[in-house]
C-alpha cells in the first residue's frame, strides 16, 4: 500500500522552506552591511531560530520526501540521491551551528573571524541553502507529478 503522508505535513515543510528563504534573506542583508554593528535583536533571532527550522525541515524531508523518492523511482535509483541529501544536511547543519557561534561571539563583542571572512561565511550558507530549497521544491513537484501519473 502507498502511503502518501498527509497534505498538512508538506504544509509545514513549505512552511518551513519559507522560514529558511525568510532567514537567508536576513543574513543576506547582515553580509551586505559588514561591518557594521548588527542589531541584537537580529542577532538573537537569527540564533534563536536559525538552527531549529533547519532541522525540523530536515526531519520533515528525511521523513516525507525521502520515502516518496523510493516509492516513485526505485530504492536503487533514489538511493544515491538521498545519501547526497543526508550529506547535505549534515554540512548545512554545521554551517549554520558556526553562524550561530559566530553571531554570538559578535553579540558579546568580538569573532575569532574576520568581517570579510564573516560575511563569506554567511554568503556561503544562504547561497548553498537557497539552491537546496529550490531543488528540494522541485523533487516535490516531481514527486507529486509521479503520484498524478499513477
Request: hydrophobic fraction near 40%; aromatic fraction near 8%; include cysteine.
Amino acid at each position: 500500500m502507498n502511503m502518501m503522508p498527509k497534505t498538512g505535513d508538506f504544509a509545514e515543510l513549505e512552511e518551513n522552506y519559507r522560514e529558511l528563504l525568510s532567514w537567508c534573506s536576513v543574513l543576506e542583508a547582515v553580509a551586505d552591511f559588514l561591518p557594521c554593528r548588527i542589531d541584537e535583536r537580529v542577532c538573537e533571532g537569527i540564533c534563536s531560530r536559525l538552527l531549529p527550522v533547519l532541522e525540523t525541515t530536515q526531519a520533515l524531508e528525511e521523513s516525507l520526501v525521502f520515502p516518496q523518492m523510493e516509492s516513485c523511482f526505485g530504492h536503487e535509483t533514489a538511493a544515491d540521491a538521498i545519501a547526497r541529501r543526508r550529506d547535505d544536511h549534515h554540512w548545512d547543519r554545521n554551517a549554520a551551528q558556526e553562524i550561530v557561534i559566530t553571531l554570538g561571539e559578535l553579540k558579546a563583542g568580538g569573532s575569532r573571524l574576520s568581517w570579510n571572512s564573516i560575511g563569506y561565511m554567511l554568503r556561503s550558507f544562504f547561497c548553498c541553502m537557497r539552491r537546496h530549497i529550490v531543488a528540494e521544491q522541485e523533487v516535490l513537484r516531481m514527486l507529486k507529478k509521479a503520484k498524478l501519473a499513477r
